[in-house]
């Protein structure tokens, strides 16, 4: 069974950055697309950025395009997005999350399994 444990979340001022983690286990990642989502209450879960897990293809959310930056690295199982430039609007609790096949997808509904997320709250 595939674990996803986020982690990096917290407080933070506008104009300021975090990196959040997602470490997966449960089996070898080798032909599999990670994504990072957010989710404001109420709201649609909304794509952030994706990458493949052996290529490194990545594709980003308009909001966070030139901000925002996934990385991964397959020693330790673990997917970063390194989040520059924050404003309030990035407030969210952020997800990843791994789909089976190694394209990227904006659609949350093509991923396989989810971590339990993580608070991200930019101050103004």
């Known amino acids: 069974q595939v674990q996803l444990v986020e982690s990096g979340g917290g407080l933070v001022q506008a104009g300021g950055s975090l990196r959040l983690s997602c470490a997966a286990s449960g089996r070898t990642f080798s032909t599999e697309a990670m994504g990072w989502f957010r989710q404001v209450l109420g709201k649609e879960r909304e794509f952030v950025a994706g990458?493949?897990?052996?290529?490194?293809?990545?594709d980003y959310g308009d909001s966070v395009k030139g901000r925002f930056t996934i990385s991964r690295d397959n020693a330790k199982n673990t997917v970063y997005l390194q989040m520059n430039s924050l404003k309030p609007e990035d407030t969210a609790v952020y997800y990843c999350?791994?789909?089976?096949?190694?394209?990227?997808?904006?659609?949350?509904?093509?991923?396989?399994?989810w971590g339990q997320g993580t608070q991200v709250t930019v101050s103004s």
């Open positions: 990458i493949t897990w052996s290529g490194g293809t990545t």
């Open positions: 999350a791994v789909k089976n096949f190694q394209y990227i997808s904006m659609d949350p509904r093509r991923y396989d399994y």
